[in-house]
């Protein structure tokens, strides 16, 4: 008897499972289809900038794609030389500087290569700190407002950006594919290891020229940062201005199953909370996503990542404590840490870079990549009050 209800008690489930699946009817999506490619740039962090032109105004802008970003954005400075009348509202944004109310422009349009993306609010904040440290006026920032419509694909291999439409994607095998909590900002779960093992929500931010962030609150509640550990003052940058932090390294930080060791890490100090701590702990940024090629799925609430062929690049571990901006065309020193291997060299503030280690471009991108190299000592020519002067610069290692 035993041996029969057991039978029985199997058999029903089963036939249970049959008859929902004849019950089922799916309709499939309609395949995502290809709308365009076009290029983009690559600055320092991995931060991409792509072109694109506003309404019926011929000028060609310079626009960050940002998934950093709730919206889409213009330029101040910008909307005043092209003269685009926009309207006042009383929403405001908050940057690393601070809380400001925005203006608007609403129903606007996108062109892109390939592409028109209609009906589209772009609000107004000042991007000049942006353009500085990238040496190209960055008109705008483009983030969900026209993420959220399409498929987008970026291949940091050939530096291409795919947009697809709304629909069915089969993504490249050998890759990995995230779930994001997704409003307006990604939103992912991380473990990573310093001191102890930790697990935490990120924000997944391309528009951070940067690999990994911590607010400061949570990594002092959490006790993240091994005491042992040494913490360097720098510079950094981001919408409303600038601000200093901390800057070390964690032992391993993991993205779904990929794993990477000794990661450079930024402590914050988030005055105006941006890292919505303690519900985050902070952001993941692009100089760790440009090591995949990713797709940005946000209609399924998807991101996919495929290693590509700066997986294994090296992290950049130098410290300088040298804070170059570009004005007007030239590389302009504005920040010189206390104690820090710039100080030592004898950098000012004011000083002009004319060359780096034999490099006269006058290009910050890559007087920025020299600046890289750890250990090993550079000449500068600086122009300090009309006067050239040769200084000799040997970066620290964070590690």
Known sequence: MKKKSTSVLFIIPLLLSVLALAGQEMFSAEPARLITTFRFQQFSGGVMVLKARVNEYKDTLNFILDTGS???SLDSTTVVEL?????????????IAGVRQVNFLYNATLRLPGLTVDSLNFHVNDYEILSSVYGVKIDGIIGFSFLSRYI???DYDSLVVSVYSKGDFKYKKGGYTLKPLLTSIPIISSNFRDDDRFSARFYFDSGAGLCFLLSEDYASDSMVISPKKKLYLTQAEGLGGKTQMQLTTVKEVRIG??????VPTYIFDDTYNITAYPYLAGLIGNDLLRRFNVTFNYPKKEIHLIPNSHYYSPFDYAYTGLGIYDTNGKVIVEDVIKDSPAEKAGFKTGDILVGVDNNFSGNIQAYKNILQSTNRKMKVIVNRDNTLIMLTLKPASIL
């Open 83 to 95: 003269n685009i009348p926009t309207e006042p509202s009383t929403r405001t944004i908050r940057g």
């Open 152 to 154: 987008v694909h970026l």
């Open 70 to 72: 709730g919206g889409i």
């Open 257 to 262: 199953p990929y794993r990477f060791r000794k």
